[in-house]
């Protein structure tokens, strides 16, 4: 006679599960009965440990954003605020890009700031804003004028979107670019090194390549 599977597995073969599956369908084209069937699980495992297909999927982002944070936490900023600047460029990047062997995690989280569900506002708060605030300081720092809030608002969601579309437009990236220039020259090094120059040159009178290259250096050492 088989045994019965115990509770906790349960649970978190039905998160291994649905993961990719809500990655690659969204979730409103997901379905309940094909996540219990990749998990091998009775249908009714679901409500039982989630409510319904939306508790599960909550589940299933607060699990991905705690496991992000906790492998990319908010650095302990050290060094001027151009140094600051980076760390966070390169933070915002590496939660954006990096994640499992497989890629379902980023391509979930893209695909909740594209078509948002109930999970979104949750997302934005305990993810996204902190990182959002300390860009909006760093801003200022650089700038050492007095700036508009919404100005601020706007120079942070200029950096944010220089990083997201890295990451929502990779399949157009690897088509434009050459192969070994691609692998030589746009890892997650050397786009925080672009973003934060192109950045800096903006909000300064300093050249493109000036900054770039004070990146590139600073890089090097840390």
């Not at 993961?19 to 997901?30: E, L, R, V």
């Not at 391509?107 to 605030?133: G, I, W």
């Not at 007095?146 to 690897?174: M, N």
């Amino acid at each position: 006679m088989a045994q019965p599977v115990p509770e906790d597995d349960t649970r978190r073969r039905i998160l291994d599960a649905a993961g990719p599956i809500f990655a690659q369908m969204g979730f409103s084209k997901a379905t309940v009965r094909d996540i219990c069937s990749a998990a091998k699980v009775n249908v009714a495992s679901v409500g039982y440990h989630f409510g319904d297909k939306m508790g599960l999927y909550l589940s299933l982002v607060r699990q991905i954003r705690k496991a992000r944070e906790a492998a990319f936490p908010m650095p302990e900023l050290e060094g001027t605020a151009e140094q600051h600047l980076y760390q966070q460029v390169y933070l915002l990047l590496q939660r954006m890009q990096s994640g499992d062997c497989s890629g379902w995690e980023a391509q979930l989280m893209m695909r909740e700031m594209q078509n948002p569900t109930e999970a979104f506002r949750e997302m934005v708060e305990e993810y996204f804003r902190p990182l959002f605030e300390r860009i909006q300081q760093t801003a200022a720092e650089i700038l050492q004028a007095p700036v508009a809030p919404h100005q601020l608002e706007q120079i942070a969601l200029s950096i944010v979107g220089q990083c997201f579309h890295f990451r929502v437009s990779e399949k157009t990236i690897q088509q434009l670019i050459p192969a070994p220039r691609l692998s030589a020259h746009y890892g997650l090094e050397d786009l925080a090194c672009h973003v934060s120059a192109f950045t800096l040159a903006s909000l300064t009178s300093a050249s493109y390549n000036e900054c770039l290259s004070r990146f590139h250096e600073s890089s090097c050492h840390e």
